[in-house]
Structure formats: structure tokens, C-alpha cells
């Protein structure tokens, strides 16, 4: 074997927001895994660690300026994380679609599951939309959390707290959840 097929090292940090410690995951300057809080630190960084086969370590000056743009987020800032390079190399076609469409719904706004499935030229893959999102790899970063049921329903989120997590998240970025629509709201421009 030669140096040339070595594998790069992934490696992975946890860094404090109010919601808990959150995990990242890197490969140079490259994001290949995020984790949104667990019981404890040690089970997000266990569970971080064995999904990314990742070693704890330092992050670089691009991840790091990933984290601190995490964590204004999730203290209300309308910070856009579209900027920060992922990898989607192990994703399958149809995921890494969804997660580039989740990507572009901005922080305190919401699309459904179907608008998504729409977005990807049909409706009927709402349902195949979801198992994407209830895979996500990169929470967070892809906000799946803006991700609702038909009738702004609240329903699943994968992440430890479930859909408590979810509202909390939609919250701190000042989403509108259950309220009733105003009257131009459905007159956007598409």
C-alpha cells in the first residue's frame, strides 16, 4: 500500500448551543456529519463518532467559522449556512436532492413535505421526501427542522426530543407555527 491510498481522517468536535452540545464532523474543510444534542455530551459524541467514523480533534479555520455560524443560529441570528461545503458523495440521487432543496428554505420559514416533493416534480413523493429528511446526515446545516406536514403539522423529527425539538428550533428562529396564515401570505412570488 502506498501513501497515496491512504483514507483522509474524519474527525468530529462538540460545541455548546442552547440547545446543548451539538457535534460536527469534518474531512479537511469539507462537513461530512452533524449531531443535534443527545441525553449527554458522551452520547452525542459516541453516536457522532461511530455514524462518521470520526476521531475527536481540533477544527480547522473553515469548520470552525461552520460552528460559529451554528450557534449564532441557534441563538436567533438569520444566519445563512448555505456557504458551508458538505459532502453528499455517500448520499444517494434522490436524498442529496432533498437535501439541497431543504437547504434553500431560509431561517423562520417553512415548506411541507409535499411543497418539497413538488420542488423534486412530484407531490406524490411527500412520504419519500420524510425518510430522507428522518435520515439527514447534517441537521442543522440541511434544516429539516423547517420541514412540516400538510396544515403546518409538526410531525416526526429523528433527533433526541423529537418534535419538541423540532418546535424548539422553529422557535429560536422565529418561525410561524399554527398561526393563522395573514391575507396576502399565499400571494409570494414563486
Known amino acids: 500500500m502506498s501513501f497515496g491510498d491512504a ?6 468536535s462538540l460545541f455548546s448551543t442552547p440547545l446543548g452540545n451539538c457535534g460536527i464532523a469534518w474531512c479537511g474543510d469539507v462537513v461530512v456529519a452533524t449531531h443535534l444534542p443527545e441525553k449527554t455530551s458522551a452520547a452525542t459524541a459516541a453516536r457522532l463518532a ?3 467514523g470520526a476521531s475527536e480533534g481540533k477544527p480547522p479555520p473553515g469548520i470552525q467559522r461552520a460552528i460559529e455560524s451554528i450557534i449564532a443560529l441557534l441563538e436567533g441570528a438569520r444566519t445563512d449556512l448555505g456557504y458551508i461545503v458538505c459532502d453528499f458523495s455517500r448520499i444517494e440521487a434522490f436524498a442529496a436532492r432533498v437535501y439541497t432543496a431543504t437547504r434553500a428554505i431560509p431561517a423562520g420559514e417553512t415548506l411541507t413535505y409535499g411543497a ?14 420524510g425518510r430522507a429528511l428522518g435520515r439527514n446526515p447534517l441537521p442543522i446545516i440541511v434544516p429539516c427542522h423547517r420541514v412540516i ?9 429523528s433527533a433526541y426530543g423529537g418534535v419538541e425539538t423540532k418546535l424548539r428550533i422553529l422557535t429560536i428562529e422565529g418561525a410561524r407555527i399554527g398561526e393563522t396564515p395573514g391575507l396576502f401570505d399565499d400571494l409570494r412570488v414563486q
Open 7 to 12: 483514507k483522509p481522517m474524519v474527525h468530529f
Open 116 to 129: 418539497i416533493a413538488l420542488q423534486l416534480g412530484d407531490k406524490q413523493l411527500a412520504q419519500n421526501v
Open 149 to 157: 406536514g400538510a396544515n403546518g403539522k409538526l410531525t416526526g423529527f
Open 50 to 52: 461511530a455514524r462518521a
